[in-house]
């Protein structure tokens, strides 16, 4: 089974910066299938970002996603209020799917 | 518009029997994979298993397997989760997400449905 691993585990960091965050893999994963979703308080999660680098209807160019092989990043250019969130990377093969231990961006 | 609508909040006892739903519309149901995620208290997100309704073809995590049985039923459009016997570290929310064709990623989320075991 791959093992994502997020980090950092949390970000400080007020509107206007610039967030990045990394996933790394166990082993080699297909873009294809690398994944980001956002979860806010007593929400669901929300699909970000899709095959590394695509992003999901209606989500803001603000946010983008990159990588290759064992190293992903997503990168919000300039944090907004409501991106204070929890994000998790998530990948698809061998008919398993993965998450990552989160990242919480929060307030600094 | 794509909808996935999950049962109500459960509080049940340590070695009850429970099954919860996750009814889709707005889309070709037999089309896509169901999945279930797992979030306990506080926790992240852990991937459970899934289902094709199409055929019922089930795969489940190996952390989940034999704990948990999944199913559907394409006629009413609805994905199950069930438990035959509860136990007080099943207390988590649980979401069912479809998988988009769009690299196999979970696009569209039910709202959650709570389970409380305790006795």
């Known amino acids: 089974e791959i093992v994502l691993t997020q980090s950092p585990g949390t970000l400080s960091l007020s509107p206007g910066e610039r967030a990045t965050l990394s996933c790394r893999a166990s082993q080699s994963v297909s873009s294809s299938y690398l994944a980001w979703y956002q979860q806010k308080p007593g929400q669901a999660p929300r699909l970000l970002i899709y095959g590394a680098s695509s992003r999901a209807t209606g989500i803001p160019d603000r946010f983008s996603g990159s990588g290759s092989g064992t190293d992903f990043t997503l990168t919000i250019s300039r944090l907004e209020p409501e991106d204070f969130a929890v994000y998790y990377c998530q990948q698809y093969g061998s008919s398993s799917w993965t998450f990552g231990q989160g990242t919480k961006v929060e307030i600094k | 518009e794509v909808q996935l609508v999950q049962s109500g909040a459960e509080v049940k006892k340590p070695g009850e029997s429970l099954k919860i739903s996750c009814k889709g519309s707005?889309?070709?149901?037999?089309?896509?994979?169901i999945g279930w995620v797992r979030q306990m208290p506080g926790k992240g997100l852990e991937w459970m298993g899934i289902?094709?309704?199409?055929?019922?073809?089930?795969r489940y995590s190996p952390s989940f397997q034999g704990q948990v049985t999944i199913s559907a039923d394409k006629s009413i459009s609805t994905a199950y989760l069930q438990w035959s016997s509860l136990k007080a570290s099943d207390t988590a929310m649980y979401y069912c997400?479809?998988?988009?064709?769009?690299?196999?990623?979970?696009?569209?989320w039910g709202q959650g449905t709570l389970v409380t075991v305790s006795s």
């Open positions: 997400a479809r998988v988009g064709y769009s690299g196999l990623s979970f696009d569209y």
């Open positions: 289902i094709y309704p199409g055929d019922s073809d089930t």
């Open positions: 707005g889309y070709s149901f037999t089309s896509y994979w």
